[in-house]
């Protein structure tokens, strides 16, 4: 054994009288936040594959560590840099050649001070041996004695243990955090009234609570917060540096704090001065400077001076995004807000707003340099939504401010194939064509009969009417689909992290053609034992009303720090068929659908430390047909499976409930897989294990689960309908083990599902690792116990 863990770990690479640092434990009350803790720790223990007692990170740093030499890099950089300067000096007179050649000289010579500075690729994918130091562990325990302090617990013991093993050394830490100290007073020291005064109005948002434990935290908060309510009422020079805190330990009685704010005066004055907004400059081509200044128009507007070359822009539409108001207190938020919401017009390249406080006067300038007005952009990248790759071309073309009242027109175009399963098998993989366009027109503001003052408060809100109407085609082995549409649709959102989208109406002519025989003869089946899917690939029209609610929170998608997402989906389908007459869509022979839906998604990223994270998903819905045919689009179905969702099932074969989709063939009664499976109802959810691998490579060990249903019985696939006392031991679940290549542009994720509880199966036999895979009449064909995805992206 202890050979192995020699090889396993990297305790071959010590030296005799060196012992490994194996592990680091903290032992800690549950009030204790341990993650925090950990997080200071001198010195970290050697990464280790989970379980097992592996790190092969010791074997690739001193694998590059004997492959390594720095001279021999010195002398490659000045090899480099010999030869391009010489190819620089050859090109004397032509700039264009010499630039472009020091650019190609810089990146080369930064690529080799990478590898001189932290090592080969092997050495920076590894990490040396990680040698038990005791006075680490001495550094340790004043660390977190420190932060147990900032914490209130003023009184609190921090002592180690340490288990001296074969070559290792496993240290724990015990943390006696004894009783905290809790705020018993707070109180101000201001000379200045107007300030105490305006403390006292908002004395309920104070991060500073009595009977609050003690944490230092909160100061540097209840800091932030005063500097910016200061800065929102017209404070402009005030600065954090006045806010000052007295912490008393001994004011009145046994582990109570006092705290005392104390707010000093500005260097000229006892008192801070109140500034008023004296006027407002607002250049909207802050970008020429060929032109002298003086040349500029000068318009006022609301208050607001503009100042152009040329006349462009609706200064009624942009005032509405200028918060920063004439005779009006300074605000902090409202420069900011005015920033933001310019932005948010996708007119302007930058945004630059100071202040000139010259002679006791406080004059905001307010500089803006347009974007170009018109804008080419391609796109060619891999798509992969049902398991397979496939290429995509997109193309478009933006034309800004096109009625001269900061409207957005775009002309969309795309084509891709992608590689998918059809509908009627499994077995084999199949190119389905898609092509799109579409035209849109962006209005900066909600184009609906409102009030003025209404238009104006709703600024801040970064409101938008978005005119859409499109066309696509697709093109796959069971059928070849037209879809043309008309949309309506309002956005909005309250702060940086909430949106909201609101699609007045959403219309759409359907026209379908099915090119499968196998297909045709499944639906046709289907309908004959009262299953009428087959209603949803007749030319259609489908109207809708939608309304979507997003919450971000902490950048989700783009943050790998503790993040979360929420989206709450609503849509009314036909809802305007209950108020007309649809003899018109009769007589066209056009089939119209009722329904409401309604789709629920949260997901989540924990990180547990620097190199490993928790994310888990859940994500439900139900969609309730009402119309006579008692059908949906079949768009508007739920699906479960595939690489986005449980992926230890193919796309769309799992379900619905415990249905088992029997086949009659020579050799018997199998299991057959090879149709989609639609369902009304949907509950899925997924939790997986992220952990760095090497280098750009992270690996991940996930659990899914999940399911559709119907809402009512269908005699077609027996076990289909949703039962409130059943419905969780038709729950599958699957897991598995997957790769992620992140190349910075783009997330390449191959997946390995593994089947594990399979509720197609007789309730019995459903666990499938305690019955085997190929329980009759799951045939080895059928069963397909491990299924591979392939995805852009992280799942979730």
Known sequence: MIFLLSGCLGTKYLKEDQKLLYKQKIKAPQEINREELAQLYVQQPNRQFPIIPFSPYVWFYYHGLERYNSIDYVEKKDGIRKKWNTKIENAAGHNKKINRYRRRMNKKIAKVDKIVEEGNVWMRWGEPVSVYNPANTSANIDRFELYLSSKGYFLAGVDSTVKVLPKRVVVTYNIKPREPYTIDTVFFQVPDSAILQLLAEHEAASRLKKGDNYDQNNLTKERERIDLLLKD???????????????????????????????????????????????????????????????????????????????????????????????????????????????????????????????????????????????????????????????????????????????????????????????????????????????????????????????????????????????????????????????????????????????????????????????????????????????????????????????????????????????LFLESGGTTLNFVNTEFLEREALEFYKYLKINVDYRKINPLNQNTTLAYRINAGIVHPYSENRVLPYEKYFFAGGSNGIRAWRPRRLGPGSYTPLDSTETGVLVNYDFEQQGEILIEGSVELRKNLIGFIDYAAFIDFGNVWMIREDRSRPGAQFKADSFFREIAVGGGLGLRFDFSFLVLRLDAGLKLYDPARPQSRRFILSRGFYDPPFTVEASEPIVFNIGIGYPF
């Open 233 to 567: 009422n017209g404070y402009f020079d005030f600065s954090r540096q006045y806010v000052e805190f007295d912490v008393d330990t001994a004011f009145n009685g046994s582990k109570k704090v006092a705290i005392q704010t104390r707010i000093s005066g500005s260097a000229a004055d006892r008192d801070h001065k109140v500034f008023t907004v004296d006027s407002v400059n607002f250049t909207t081509d802050a970008n020429i400077s060929a032109i002298p200044d003086s040349l500029r128009t000068n318009e006022v507007h609301e208050g607001v001076n503009y100042r152009y070359f040329e006349k462009k822009y609706s200064k009624k539409v942009l005032g509405r995004r200028v918060f920063i108001k004439k005779d009006k207190l300074y605000s902090r938020s409202n420069t900011f807000g005015t920033q933001r919401q310019l932005a948010n017009l996708d007119i302007f390249r930058f945004i630059n707003i100071n202040y000139d406080s010259t002679g006791g006067r406080l004059v905001a300038n307010i500089f803006a340099s347009p974007l170009n007005r018109y804008q080419w952009s391609n796109e060619v990248g891999v798509n992969v939504t049902q398991g397979f790759p496939g290429p995509f071309y997109n193309v478009s073309f933006k034309k800004r401010n096109i009625f001269q009242g900061l409207e957005i027109l775009e002309l969309n175009g795309r084509i891709g194939i992608e590689g998918v399963a059809p509908a009627t098998q499994i077995d084999d993989v199949y190119a389905s064509t898609e092509i799109g366009a579409n035209a849109a027109l962006t209005f900066p503001q909600f184009v609906f009969p409102i009030g003025k003052k209404l238009k104006e408060s709703l600024g801040s809100f970064n409101p938008k009417t978005r005119l859409l109407a499109g066309f696509s085609y697709t093109r796959r082995p069971e059928y070849v689909r037209e879809n043309f549409n008309l949309s309506n649709t309002y956005t909005w959102q309250n702060d940086k992290n909430t949106q909201f989208q609101f699609a007045l109406s959403d219309v759409s002519i359907i026209n379908s053609s099915i090119t499968d025989s196998r297909f045709q003869e499944r639906l046709d089946t289907l309908e004959q034992r009262g299953n009428r899917l087959i209603n949803s690939f007749l030319p259609s029209f489908v109207s809708s009303m939608l309304f979507s609610a997003t919450w971000n929170f902490n950048s989700y998608g783009l943050n790998f720090s503790n993040s979360s997402f929420f989206r």
